[in-house]
Every structure is written in structure tokens, then in C-alpha cells.
């Protein structure tokens, strides 16, 4: 039959995006219920939609932060039946950590990692007296490999893999799936928060060689990593409904090939030099040509594992 997929943050971007796939399917096998924080915000995606609203996608408020929305939520949804959910809600954050209040770091945790463990904690009942599901996670592959200045954010992907990964040896014993998905760098509005959000703060206090690195080095740096290895949240959705498809999900779907030897260099290397090495190289020496970065980061890795040494001079 039908499986009732209900997915987090659907206003835009990547959510926006799988909902209406999932909702436009040709042999109509998922009913989505697509939620938002803000049902006013609902427009971009019926717009996407179509006559599928009120056939095979419905509306939802949902915010991820809260204990009462969630289980409101969940609790008008026909016997609480969910076949799969897509934990895709999730905030950004770019800075010297030295500009970035604790109150930013909770709240960047209080979605990304308490978003996710509340949706999870929510659902898993009732999957397990099923004996039947699938929970995916849109994480990142800064869930897997740290990125200079996005320190805080790469820390709330990573606690969401490494809870993730415990999770999913238990699950499988009640026949339930957990997949994360690991994007690098997609063209939504989350690039745009970004670009933003850096352009109009000021970094009062910080030393000024920090600045330096930041706004005229990893800055120009990030913008052509976008621009050169960026993905559409298609791509995103076309390897979701892959491991949606499978009749064995994977646990890891790295959505861009590009980034597998960046996640490689940590594997390569239990020391952790590498991959904090070639990432300096890559920042501090090459910055100014990082429009071949993915390939240079190929060449430094196959270089990196045949010396086993690179200085950072
Ligand atoms: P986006 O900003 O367009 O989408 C994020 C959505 O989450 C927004 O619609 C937002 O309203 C919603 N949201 C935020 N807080 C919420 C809350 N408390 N409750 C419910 N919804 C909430 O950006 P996106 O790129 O589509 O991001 C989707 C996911 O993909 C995020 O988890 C993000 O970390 C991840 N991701 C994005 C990129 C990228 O470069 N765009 C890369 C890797 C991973």
C-alpha cells in the first residue's frame, strides 16, 4: 500500500523539494505529510505541488524544538502510522567561534541534534510495534569531516551521526532502517542565510588576523566551493528516493562523489594529521585556486597517502 512519509522543514529548500517529489510519483505509493514551523510559509511549496495537495500531500504545523508541537502533531496523524521520516529541518552557522554567543551554539543544537532525538523519541514507539520503518537524516558531510569556521554546526552534524550510529545497531533488530544522508555544499536558501548573515554582522572584538582569514580568505573560498561543486536539492531528493527504494536502505549515502576523498583522508589516517593538514593546504596555500580544489584535494590525497607526510609549511 500507500506509505505515509511525513517530513520536517518543508517550506523550502531540500524539504520542499523531496515532499513534492514524493508527492507527484507516478504510481502514487506515498502520501506525504509535508510539516513546517510556520504554515504561512506554505506557498512556495503547494505552489510546487500542484493537484497533488489534499491527494497524496497534506500540511502539517510542526516545529522541531517543541515537545507540545510534536506530539500534536503526531497525535492527529491516523493511528500515528508513519511509515517513514525525514528529519530534514536544520540551521546553519558560519563564524569565528569567538563571535558566536552560547545562546547561538544552543540554539543551533536545539535544532539540529534536540530536533532530531525529539522526532526520533516521537516516532519509535510505534515503529517498533510495527516492526517496520525508516528514519532518515539529512546531515551533512560536516557530520563526518569538520570544516574551518563552521566549527559549531559540523559539532551538531557530528552528534547526530554518532547518535545516529548507536541507534541504528538496535533498530535493526525491530526490522527499522535508519539512513543518513551527507550532502556537501546545495543551492537553497540555507547558502543564502549564510552569505547574508555574514555580510550584515560585524565581528566586534575579534582580532583582526582572524578577521582577515575569515572575511578575504575562507569566505571567497566557500562561495567557490558553491559555485563549483554545488548540488541542486534534486540531486539531494533523487538519492533520497534511492535509499527510500531500496529494499536494504544503506546507513551512508554521500550524495556528492566529489567529497569521498575528503571523508577518505580521516579513515587513511588514525594519527588525524592528514585531513587536518591537507584541509590547512587546501585553505591557507591554495585558496587562491580553489576553483580546481576537488581535484587538488584528489592529487594532495593520493600524494598525502603515498608520503604519509605533509608539513604545514
Ligand atoms: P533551508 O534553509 O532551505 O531549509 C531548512 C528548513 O528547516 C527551513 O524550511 C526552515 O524553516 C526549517 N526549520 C528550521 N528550524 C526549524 C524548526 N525548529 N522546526 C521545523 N522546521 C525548521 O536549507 P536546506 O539546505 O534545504 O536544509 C535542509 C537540511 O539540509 C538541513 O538539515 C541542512 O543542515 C542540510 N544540509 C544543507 C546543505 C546546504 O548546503 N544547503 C548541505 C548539507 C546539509
Not at 535493526?172 to 555544499?185: A, R
Not at 554582522?201 to 559555485?227: I, R
Not at 576537488?294 to 609549511?313: E, F, H, Q, V, W
Request: hydrophobic share 40%; glycine share 6%.
Amino acid at each position: 500500500g500507500q506509505k505515509v512519509v511525513l517530513i520536517t522543514g518543508c517550506s523550502s529548500g531540500i524539504g520542499l523539494c523531496i515532499a513534492t517529489l514524493l508527492a507527484k510519483d507516478e504510481h502514487q505509493r506515498y502520501y506525504v505529510i509535508a510539516t513546517m514551523r510556520d504554515l504561512k510559509k506554505k506557498d512556495r511549496l503547494l505552489e510546487a505541488v500542484g493537484d497533488a495537495y489534499g491527494k497524496t500531500l497534506s500540511l502539517l504545523t510542526l516545529d522541531v524544538c517543541s515537545d507540545e508541537s510534536v506530539s500534536e502533531c503526531i497525535n492527529s496523524i491516523k493511528g500515528r502510522h508513519i511509515d517513514i521520516l525525514i528529519n530534514n529541518a536544520g540551521v546553519g552557522l558560519v563564524s569565528p567561534v569567538e563571535c558566536v554567543s552560547m545562546e547561538e551554539v544552543r540554539s543551533v543544537f536545539e535544532t539540529n541534534v534536540f530536533g532530531v532525538i525529539r522526532m526520533i523519541k516521537a516516532v519509535l514507539p510505534d515503529m517498533k510495534k510495527c516492526r517496520a520503518g525508516h528514519i532518515i537524516i539529512i546531515s551533512s558531510t560536516m557530520g563526518l569531516q569538520g570544516v574551518v569556521f563552521n566549527d559549531v554546526y559540523a559539532a551538531s552534524k557530528f552528534a547526530v551521526e554518532g547518535f545516529c550510529e548507536s541507534l541504528a545497531v538496535q533498530l535493526l533488530k525491530f526490522n527499522i532502517s535508519v539512513s543518513m544522508i551527507e550532502p556537501g555544499p546545495v543551492h537553497t536558501d540555507f547558502e543564502l542565510k549564510m552569505t547574508e548573515h555574514i555580510s550584515q554582522k560585524d565581528y566586534p572584538g575579534l582580532d583582526a588576523e582572524t578577521l582577515h582569514y575569515f572575511k578575504n580568505v575562507y569566505l571567497p573560498a566557500s562561495v567557490d566551493v558553491f559555485q563549483t561543486l554545488g548540488q541542486t536539492p534534486q540531486q539531494i531528493t533523487m538519492s533520497t528516493k534511492q535509499v527510500i527504494e531500496t529494499r536494504r536502505p544503506r546507513f551512508r549515502t554521500l550524495t556528492n562523489p566529489l567529497y569521498t576523498p575528503l571523508v577518505a583522508l580521516k579513515m587513511a589516517d588514525e594519527s588525524g594529521d592528514l585531513s587536518v593538514r591537507s584541509l590547512y593546504h587546501l585553505l591557507f596555500n591554495l585558496g587562491g585556486v580553489m576553483k580546481i580544489s576537488m581535484n587538488t584535494l584528489k592529487c594532495l590525497t593520493c600524494a598525502c597517502l603515498r608520503s604519509r607526510t605533509i608539513s604545514p609549511d
